[in-house]
C-alpha cells in the first residue's frame, strides 16, 4: 500500500493536484486504525518498512490499492485534446 501510494502522491505533485486518502494504519499496540493524509506537491510522504509488531499482519486494502493505482494512471495518461464545440447553424453539409 506505501509503494502504491507513493506513486499516487508523485502523481499528483508532477500534475500540481491534491487529495484526501484514508488509508488503514496499524497501531504501536496492534490495533487497527486509519489515517487520512492530505496529498499535495507541498505536502511530503516518507515511507519506511518497520519490523513486523505483535501477531497481527498489516493491513492491507487491495481495493485502495487499486484505487490508487487507477488515480495514479489517470494523473499521468496525456489526454486528448477536446474538440472545440460548434455551433449548429455553422455547419454544413453539402448532399
Same mark, same amino acid.
Given at each position: 500500500?506505501?509503494?502504491?501510494?507513493?506513486?499516487?502522491?508523485?502523481?499528483?505533485?508532477?500534475?500540481?493536484?491534491?487529495?484526501?486518502? +484514508?488509508?488503514?494504519?496499524?497501531?504501536?499496540?496492534?490495533?487497527?486504525?486509519?489515517?487520512?493524509?492530505?496529498?499535495?506537491?507541498?505536502?511530503?510522504?516518507?515511507? +519506511?518498512?518497520?519490523?513486523?509488531?505483535?501477531?497481527?499482519?498489516?493491513?492491507?486494502?487491495?481495493?485502495?490499492?487499486?484505487?490508487?493505482?487507477?488515480?495514479?494512471?489517470?494523473?499521468?495518461?496525456?489526454?486528448?485534446?477536446?474538440? +472545440?464545440?460548434?455551433?449548429? +447553424?455553422?455547419?454544413?453539409?453539402?448532399?
Amino acid at each position: 500500500m506505501a509503494d502504491a501510494l507513493v506513486r499516487y502522491a508523485a502523481a499528483l505533485a508532477q500534475t500540481n493536484g491534491h487529495d484526501v486518502v +484514508e488509508v488503514p494504519t496499524r497501531r504501536l499496540d496492534g490495533s487497527s486504525g486509519h489515517t487520512t493524509l492530505f496529498l499535495s506537491p507541498t505536502s511530503q510522504i516518507a515511507a +519506511e518498512s518497520l519490523p513486523h509488531v505483535g501477531s497481527a499482519p498489516d493491513p492491507v486494502d487491495e481495493e485502495l490499492i487499486d484505487h490508487l493505482e487507477k488515480r495514479t494512471r489517470m494523473l499521468l495518461t496525456p489526454r486528448s485534446p477536446q474538440p +472545440e464545440a460548434v455551433p449548429a +447553424e455553422t455547419v454544413h453539409l453539402d448532399f
